[in-house]
């Protein structure tokens, strides 16, 4: 009866500190990454077609071509486990990689403007679609990532649960972070071209 007793009152103290709370989020945290991994894997997955489709455009820019694969290859090259949720670098070096890619995808899209055969391709156009959807799910999957941890920041930082925090050693976990954040932050120029 005793052990009945102690293991109720385990419990209760337990809920009432924030432990559930905090499997609750670091759960809902795991999830909401593995969604972000998800579609950035979908991403890597369309540029190989991608690339093979704009090769088939005699004259297409080699080099830009050359950034794209070399992006794909650094971007899947970067490990990632559970632990990166817990290490701020780790997870600064898989947005850099992945920002690279995102970059070397948007170069390509823009030249293959200059490409008219290029851009009626039945094939190309298909492969555009699926990937500017994959950039939004993309950014859902991070906003619904940004958000849970937050919450479970939220939660890790204020009393009286950061005490079950630090008893239980639960660290705030790394959030997304914008790469140019001094570049976006100024105000943009707009000219509407004034000039006579």
Known sequence: MMRWFLVLLAALSLSGCGYNDFQRLDEQSKSAWSEVLNQYQRRADLVPNLVATVKGEANFEQETLTRVIEARAKATAVQVTPETLNDPQAMQRFQQAQGELSSALSRLLVVSERYPDLKANQGFRDLRVQLEGTENRITVARN???????????????????????????????????????????PPQVEFGTKK
């Open 144 to 186: 619904r990532y940004i958000q849970t941890v937050q919450a479970y920041n939220v939660l890790a930082r204020s009393f009286p649960t950061n005490l079950t925090a630090m008893v239980f050693g639960y660290q705030p976990k790394a959030s997304f972070t914008v790469e140019n954040e001094a570049q976006i932050s100024k």
